[in-house]
Each structure stands twice: as C-alpha cells, then as structure tokens.
C-alpha cells in the first residue's frame, strides 16, 4: 500500500465517521436521567456543531502549532523527550497526536517523524513480549516484588501495544509483517498479565502494575488502556479470546460505585477521580456496551466537574489529573454523544487553547505524579482532545 493510498484510506475513514455521526444540534440544559433520553441524545448533536466556524479555525491553528513544536522536540533515535521511566508510552500518544489529525507514517510533512516514532516504539519490545524501556526481559514476564519500576512498565507496555495496533493498518507490507509479530507477542503478554493470580476475587478479569507490591492486583486505569489494547488488536484482525474480554468488562463493571454514580479506581481503593470516571465509560464502549446505566450516570458526574479551569484538579481529590483526565473524559463524553458532548467539549477545548505556550506547546501536569513526564506528554493528550470529532483514530470511532 503505497503513501497516497493510506492518505486516501486515512480520508475515507474520517468521511464514513462524520457522515454516520453527523446530525441536527440540540440544547439539552440538564444533566440525562433516563435511557430514552440517553439514546436519544446519542443523534441530537453533529459533533461538529459545538463550536461555531471561529472558534474551530482556532483548534486547527493551535493544532498546527503544538504538531509542529512536537516534531521539533523528537530525538535522534525518533522518541520525544519524557523519563526513561515513561517510555515508550509519552512517545506512542505523540504518535496518536498526530494521527488524530489526518498525519499517518511515511506520508506528508510529518511521515519520516511517525516512522521514526513508531521504530523507536517497536525497539523498546522485550524478548517476553512488554513493550517498555524499563521492565523485566527474558522469555517469560516476572513480576517483580517492591517498587522497582512503579506502575509505569504496564502503561508503557499497554499504551504502545494500542499505538502499534492503530498504526498496523496505515503501514505498507514490509512494516506490517514486522508490526504483526510485535502486536502478537504483545497480545501474548496482555493476556498473561491478566491470568497473574489475584489476592481478592473481585480483582478477577484485570491488570495492574509490574510489580506486586500491595494487596490490589487490577485497577481500573490499567485496565482500560489493556482492553482499549485488545480491542484495537480485534478490529485489525488479531485473535483475541472472547472470554477475555468479557472477563475484562465484568472486572470494569464491578468497579462502578452504586451509592456515587461513578467509576472509581479499584475495590480496594475507590477513589472518584475525573479520568477513571471517563475510563469506566471508555471502556465499557470498547466493549460495544455504549448505553449503559452505568456510563450515563457517570457522564452526569463529570458534567459537574468540567474541565473548564485549566490544569485544575476536583476538590479532594489528590489523584485527580487534568491532562489525563482531559484525554479519559474526551473520549468517552464523545462516545455517550449527544448532551454529553455538546456541554463537556466546548469549555474543554476552550480552556486548552486559551492556556497554549506562545511555542505551541501545554505546560507541565499540575499534578506531582504526572509533571515529571514534560510538557511533550501534556501537549499530546491536549491535541488529541483537539481532534476527537475528526474520528481519525480507530480505536475512539463511535
């Protein structure tokens, strides 16, 4: 497949999204409480419609500033600037950040920047599957005991799996065998991960961290990236087990909090934070579980928590992250449409682009987890929060 076919098939694809989404606006003023509501609201907004001519033209020009400001901080060996320890995951979402705006590997201004990503990507595979810079090697995954590598391993390994399967369908012949036989050994090792033996039950069905270091063996923030893993790998035509995937959505399911209306992070530690609200619904979507009760109370939730005040966390909430809860809450308020995206996007988008570096890049996280991984990692989740109604990434499509 040459470059200007994957340019025509990366068009095609972003013709058929909008087209199947693309319908009359409405004004809904209150927060959904009922399933029909719910389903109807799904068909009342074009996701186009929530900002007027202006103030996209204003996205695209902050989109074109933060890309370019991207390309310029990649380094020699095609990764973008972050901790070790955060590698190769802040270089996949700077991939995801320019593919969600029509930009695909070995085409146009940006081509040689995404193939270099994506090797950079791939060179970071263990022999055991993990698609991480830090983390255990040899032929089988061992998990560490202590705090070795933290969580990060199982976030890097996650979200660049989902990166290498997003790109697998944009790459000609002769990267697409050798991306084929990554992504396998990488659903391999996914798959592993979620049979590690459990302290509790109800953990059942899960991933966590790498490392076993307390009594929660999954979490809802892991867990979600692995799913979105799997499902990316299923709509390119891997093998993923059915079983599994319903295993993972029992798991998501049972960390929805009935007494709240939210998803919380985990059994043992269910602390309510904007991104795993948007995780939970996220990922129930992935699972083609798009009009549940459990994903519409949730986006009510988050419809009284915007993102309105830019890298600002919720009240009591020390886990909250904005960035990261910006990309989770983007994504799943799209997949609810309707009210929910007509009152979650624009104030969003809006506080983003107000607080965009004259350079075209986002400052660091406020949060003291997140900010050491730079300014790299925050301007690619903001330019993807940019482009969710381009429905140019697969896996986010409605």
């Known amino acids: 497949m040459n470059a200007s076919w994957r340019r025509a098939i990366a068009v095609a694809t972003w013709c058929s999204a909008v087209a199947a989404t693309a319908i009359h606006a409405q004004t809904i003023n209150s927060p959904i409480r009922d399933r029909g509501a719910a389903q109807r609201a799904v068909h009342d907004v074009n996701p186009r419609d929530v900002l007027s001519p202006d103030q996209w033209r204003r996205v695209d020009g902050g989109v074109k500033r933060a890309l370019a400001w991207l390309a310029d901080q990649q380094n020699e060996d095609g990764s973008f600037p972050t901790m070790e320890t955060g590698q190769p995951a802040v270089t996949s979402l700077c991939i995801m950040a320019f593919i969600a705006h029509g930009h695909v590997p070995g085409d146009g201004p940006y081509g040689k920047t995404l193939e270099r990503a994506t090797d950079y990507v791939l060179s970071c595979q263990k022999q055991n599957g993990l698609v991480t810079r830090l983390g255990p090697d040899g032929p089988r995954i061992t998990r560490l005991v202590g705090r070795e590598i933290g969580g990060c391993a199982a976030y890097n390994h996650a979200i660049s799996s989902l990166v290498l399967s997003e ?195 986002w400052t660091v996280d406020s949060q003291y987890h997140d900010a050491p991984y730079g300014s790299a990692y925050t301007t690619s989740l903001a330019v993807i929060l940019l482009g969710a109604s381009n429905q140019l990434l697969p896996i986010f499509q409605r």
Not at 284 to 304: K, M, P, V
């Open 167 to 361: 790109v697998y369908g944009m790459s000609p012949p002769d990267r697409t065998r050798r991306l084929q036989a990554a992504i396998d050994k990488a659903i391999v090792a996914t798959l592993e991960m979620q049979r590690w033996p459990k302290d509790v039950p109800s953990d059942r069905g899960g991933w966590r961290y790498i490392d076993d270091y307390d009594g929660s063996d999954s979490d809802l923030s892991v867990t979600g990236w692995q799913l979105m893993f799997l499902r990316s790998a299923r709509n390119a035509g891997f093998n993923v087990p059915d079983e599994r995937i319903e295993e993972a959505v029992a798991y998501v399911r049972r960390c929805f909090d009935e007494r709240d209306g939210v998803f919380v992070y985990s059994k043992s530690n269910p602390s309510r934070t904007r991104s795993m609200a948007g995780a939970g619904i996220l990922a129930l979507a992935h699972a083609g579980l798009h009009d549940t009760e459990e994903a519409r109370r949730s986006g009510n939730w988050l419809l009284q928590r915007p993102f309105d005040e830019y890298n600002a966390t919720i009240p009591g909430a020390r886990s909250d992250r904005y960035h990261y809860g910006l990309f989770n809450c983007c994504q799943a308020m799209y997949q609810l449409g309707g009210a929910y995206w007509e009152k979650f996007y624009p104030p969003a988008a809006l506080a983003v682009l107000n607080n965009q570096q004259a350079d075209g890049s």
